[in-house]
């Protein structure tokens, strides 16, 4: 999902890269490459300290957001 957001922002849009921030979560061995989005690999279902790192990364980039900024999922 992270992947198809940065090609849709970032290549369909045309979105300057410093504007599209974020943080995903997935399991070890799983994941791709990408270029702004940050991905934290992490086991399930009893979450490690990544896990928790990347929900409050997110919960931090939400609390700063303004007006002018788009949060999907919020």
Do not use: N, S
């Amino acid at each position: 999902m992270v992947a198809g957001a940065e090609r849709h922002y970032l290549d369909a849009i045309g979105l300057a890269a410093d504007r599209l921030l974020g943080t995903a979560a997935t399991c070890h061995g799983h994941g791709c490459a990408t270029r702004q989005i940050k991905v934290i690999k992490d086991c399930h279902p009893v979450p490690e300290d990544a896990r928790l790192e990347a929900a409050a990364t997110a919960f931090e980039l939400a609390r700063a957001a303004t007006a002018d900024d788009l949060v999907p999922g919020a």
